[in-house]
């Protein structure tokens, strides 16, 4: 028989192992409870964005590019013969005509060669008279007539030839334009690879930019095209389409297009970059969206709608096909209709079906759209 006091100890550890496995069953019944209370009030939280409804607009029939201006001519001027800077006529900066001398090397020897050959040749044209003249007389042979001349072209020859290097020691301007800085002075040995200096023609002057593959139909010669260069005030160059390149580059599949434009002021130097706009055609009526509305992924590129739920507001994902993109605009091709409502701001936060609530038609987010909605149209 069990002892009394044994069996009302078992008594007490099971009831005490019952209050204690209740209590601790019942407190996570109770924190489930809560948590789950908790997302479902989460779940019906609404997540305020920025909305701005898809646009009809006129699309001006133009491609823009990053443009790089070239000098229409250009050059770093070096000797054509090595030698010693006896004079430089020219100041950093300058402007200079074609043909005009910039650094002379010294030519003393070469001139005195030339005096000694201009002699010679003065000697030789006498003699070479005098022999056409006995030779007409026929008191000479023909083959002393033909030595004489002989002599006569060999020293004319001669001259020229001291003349030419004569010229070769002097630099200038191959054709008019502004200098840069001197690269010389007074006194030192250059070579023919020691740089004088640099000489660029600016007016007119090229933008040089590159274009797609797909777009190359659209272009032609003749084209217009409009340069705008930051830090210039936003002001206008006008020019065209001077030459297309000759092929695509297997890299980047992209052609080569050079402009020719005007350059007044001489304001546009070699170098700088600006976006160049070619005028294609006429505009046309396109669909379009902000571009911060637009989400790509590995599957393409897609917006967030807003629709009216059971409940509000909900956001919804749609499938989009875009276009061009130009001044915070993106056409949109295919899946949208003019007047919906599409998410500019807040889409990080949102899922298929999220409820939202739309932020004040007064906030930043809305305001980049009527801004490049208005540059679109111009």
Request: net charge positive.
């Amino acid at each position: 028989m069990i002892d009394k006091h044994l069996a009302r100890r078992l008594i007490i550890l099971a009831v005490f192992l019952v209050v204690l496995f209740g209590g601790i069953f019942g407190w996570h019944a109770f924190v489930s409870g809560k948590i789950e209370q908790a997302m479902a009030k989460a779940g019906h939280q609404r997540t305020t964005v920025s909305a701005q409804p898809v646009k009809q607009i006129e699309w001006p029939a133009e491609l823009q590019a990053t443009a790089t201006l070239k000098a229409i001519q250009g050059a770093m001027l070096t000797p054509q013969l090595a030698g010693m800077v006896t004079a430089i006529h020219f100041h950093s900066g300058s402007e200079v005509k074609k043909g005009q001398l910039l650094v002379q090397l010294n030519d003393a020897n070469q001139r005195a060669q030339l005096v000694h050959d201009q002699s010679a040749l003065k000697l030789a044209k006498t003699e070479l008279a005098q022999q056409r003249s006995l030779y007409k007389r026929h008191n000479v042979s023909q083959l002393s007539y033909q030595r004489a001349q002989t002599a006569y072209t060999q020293a004319r020859a001669a001259v020229s030839a001291d003349r030419a290097t004569i010229a070769k020691l002097q630099v200038r301007a191959p054709f008019t334009g502004h200098l840069g800085l001197r690269q010389v002075s007074l006194g030192q040995y250059v070579s023919t690879t020691t740089p004088v200096v640099n000489i660029q023609q600016w007016h007119p002057i090229h933008a040089v930019f590159q274009v797609p593959q797909q777009q190359l139909a659209r272009l032609a010669t003749g084209q217009q095209v409009l340069l705008s260069v930051a830090g210039l005030g936003g002001k206008t160059y006008k020019g065209k389409i001077s030459a297309i390149g000759a092929q695509v580059e297997s890299g980047t599949r992209n052609v080569q297009v050079q402009a020719t434009l005007h350059n007044p002021g001489l304001v546009l130097r070699p170098g700088m970059y600006g976006q160049a706009t070619v005028k294609t055609g006429k505009a046309r009526e396109v669909l379009a969206v902000s571009d911060s509305a637009i989400t790509y992924n590995t599957y393409g590129s897609y917006v967030y709608i807003i629709e009216q739920g059971k409940n509000g507001l909900v956001a919804k994902e749609r499938n989009v096909q875009t276009g061009d993109s130009r001044n915070g605009l993106t056409v949109v091709t295919r899946g949208l209709e003019a007047g919906e409502q599409v998410v500019t701001a807040g889409q990080v936060k949102l899922h298929p079906g999220a409820p939202v609530s739309l932020a004040p038609s007064g906030n930043s987010a809305a305001q980049p759209m009527a801004a490049a909605t208005a540059g679109s149209g111009s």
